[in-house]
């Protein structure tokens, strides 16, 4: 069965860096967008960014320069470098598998927490 997992979230001072990891299993992860979400407190979820199957990388303009989404296909995994973080950062991350002719996503991980606060 699919399986996303999470790892890497913290608590992190203002201008700090994380990078987020998600072990995938169960399909042929190389040939599928992946995407990480975030959902902010108190708010709905919010996209963040997606990696196709050839690398090529998207963002929302509130991360642009600042995170880095990036796969290794030998490995299964996707990650997330986020840097020069900001507490408007702080929320619990997904990455979860898109389904690119609609843009829904069929499978979500558990999520992994980012605080970013002094």
């Known amino acids: 069965q699919v399986q996303l997992v999470e790892s890497g979230g ?5 201008g700090g860096s994380l990078r987020l990891s998600c072990a995938a299993s169960g399909f ?3 040939s599928y967008y992946m995407s990480w979400v975030r959902q902010i407190p108190g708010k709905g979820l919010e ?4 990696i196709n199957s050839g690398s090529s990388t998207y963002y929302a303009d ?3 320069g600042r995170f880095t989404i990036s796969r290794d296909n030998a ?3 996707l990650y997330l470098q986020m840097n020069n973080l900001k507490s408007e950062d702080t929320a619990l991350y997904y990455c979860a ?3 690119a002719a609609t ?8 999520g992994t927490q980012v605080t970013v606060s002094s």
């Open 10 to 14: 913290d608590l992190v001072q203002p």
């Open 28 to 30: 042929t992860f190389s």
């Open 47 to 50: 996209w963040v960014s997606d």
């Open 62 to 64: 509130s991360v642009k």
């Open 75 to 77: 490995k299964n995994t």
């Open 97 to 99: 598998k898109l389904i």
């Open 103 to 110: 843009g829904g996503y069929d499978y979500w991980g558990q």
